[in-house]
């Protein structure tokens, strides 16, 4: 029996934004049958799960709104806190609307299933462009289970997304069924949605007509980017300021385009359990999560765990190691992840469970285990964990606004909270972190002892702890 496939609708092709900052109104949307490519794309509005009420709490932070760049690479100002975040900032107009126009696809591949050889990159544009190891990570092991699927990835300095396809044939060489992927590269992983739709047009279309190439060939041809001579960059006009420099912690919107793939799917998945992968992913662990294909909706939990750890206050997090999701990985990534130090990622195959020194935290379903002795305390679900989901966040603050803003708002409130009070107590006169301090950050004096210790040490606070009369660096 053929399981239920998680496949996109269709998808909204946003416009950027107007350069006139006066004019706050988002753009009309695009008229039906856009043509993208030679590919004609029918729009319609996808609103996931609009009426969510995430389990939250208050008096985290303060109310400003930080603003973030929906539709570039999430370029943030922190000194932003409190303007409207629908009022986009320009900087230099001229460089960001030339950075913000470009697609950047430095690829296209169709990938198939040989049953003599198994998975083969068939054919690609550019011809001479490295795809080492993409024909496992676009057809994820045990897709064969699935009819269908859309797969995120990292590839070197770009990220992919895949379609795949899986259609029963009368073909004994076939072994009665023909599984394709068709996917592309881009350097990030922030637009990759916008081609979801078109993908899986194709994935089907060479599923029907193998070999004919001709609609991704044109498609390449309108969106592909410049590279420099080492490959590994892309010439484009954009700001001279690097956002990485700026906010390292913050992780630009992922669009979600997939009701299974909405914010309120995270929450309800893992229910309090966030709050445990919320420690973990601030305390910059490598967290690896299992599941079975259909592996697309799992790669929006890669994402989400990302949001967890989002901070917006300058200079918190310029010392730690980033936070890079890695989305899909499978076997032919072990040696890359042997040398990470912080990532998240998801898998299908389960034999991972067994290379421990690969990961910190492991994730199979809801259940959340940890081979690091110093870590296990925080497995454990605390008072001020659960009393911190009591109240619904979304009746407190930004009624209107999305889940995923109120997700990520939420999070990055707490967190900044959090990290302006070390800040404070690092330069006072006398730092010491107090029981008070640390019921006032909203946690556990005791439960979440070792969480403090770890992140005290991670992000590198000079601060005396003293809990109860005992003291401890």
């Keep these: ?29 695009l008229a039906a049958d856009t043509v993208v490519g030679t590919t004609a794309v029918t729009s319609s509005t996808c609103s996931p799960c609009r009426n969510v ?14 603003w973030t760049d929906l539709r570039g690479q999430g370029w943030t100002r922190p000194e932003a806190v409190g303007i409207d975040r629908h009022v986009p900032y320009h900087g230099s107009l001229s ?15 169709v990938v198939t299933f040989d049953p003599r050889s198994g998975n083969i990159i068939e054919w690609c544009l550019p011809h001479d462009i490295n795809l080492d190891g993409v024909e496992f990570k676009s057809m994820a092991s045990g897709s064969h289970r699935v009819t269908s699927d859309f797969i995120y990835f990292r590839k ?36 990759l949605y916008r081609y979801m739709h078109f993908l899986e047009n194709q994935v089907r279309h060479q599923l029907q007509c193998p070999g004919q190439y001709s609609p991704l060939e044109a498609f390449y041809e309108d969106k592909k980017a410049v590279l420099q001579p080492s490959g590994n960059s892309v010439v484009s006009a954009c700001p001279t300021w690097s956002v990485t420099n700026i906010n390292r912690c913050m992780h630009p919107e992922m669009k979600i385009t997939h009701p299974a793939g909405c914010m309120s799917q995270f929450i309800q998945f893992f229910g309090e359990q966030i709050m445990v992968l919320w420690k973990f992913a601030l305390l910059r662990k490598r ?7 259909p592996v697309g909706v799992v790669c929006y939990r890669v994402y989400c765990c990302c949001c967890l750890a989002n901070v917006s206050l300058p200079g918190i997090g310029s010392s730690v190691p980033e936070l890079r999701p890695f989305f899909y990985i499978n076997v032919a990534d072990i040696n890359v992840l042997a040398t990470e130090v912080s990532y998240i990622a998801c898998t299908t195959e389960k034999i991972f469970e067994e290379k421990k020194d690969l990961y910190d935290v492991y994730i199979d379903n809801q259940n959340v285990k940890t081979h690091r002795s110093h870590l296990q305390s925080m497995l454990r679900l605390n008072a001020a964990d659960k009393e911190r989901t009591l109240l619904k966040y979304c009746k407190i603050n930004y009624c209107t606004s999305s889940e995923e803003d109120l997700f990520n708002l939420f999070f990055m409130e707490l967190n900044n909270h959090i990290f302006q ?53």
Excluded at 95 to 109: P, S
Aim: charged share 20%; hydrophobic share 40%.
């Design 1 to 29: 029996m053929v399981e239920k496939s998680d496949r996109a609708p269709l998808l909204d092709w946003e416009e950027i934004p107007p350069s006139d900052p006066n004019q706050a109104a988002p753009p009309p949307p």
């Design 53 to 66: 009420t995430a389990d939250v709490g208050s008096g985290v932070g303060s109310s400003a709104r930080p």
């Design 95 to 109: 460089a960001r609307d030339q950075w913000a126009e470009k697609d950047q696809i430095v690829a296209v591949f």
């Design 156 to 191: 070197g300095p770009f990220f992919g997304l895949a379609c795949f396809a899986n259609m029963p044939v009368e073909s004994e060489l076939e072994r009665g069924a023909r599984m394709k992927s068709v996917g592309i590269l881009s350097p990030s992983y922030t637009l």
């Design 287 to 293: 967290l690896l999560i299992f599941s079975p294909p």
């Design 421 to 473: 009070t070390l800040s404070e107590i690092a330069g006072s006169a006398e730092p010491t972190l107090t029981t008070d301090h640390v019921r006032a950050m909203g946690l556990d004096p005791q439960a979440d002892r070792s969480f403090l210790v770890n992140l005290l040490d991670v992000y590198g606070f000079n601060i005396t702890m003293v809990i109860d009369n005992l003291c401890c660096t």
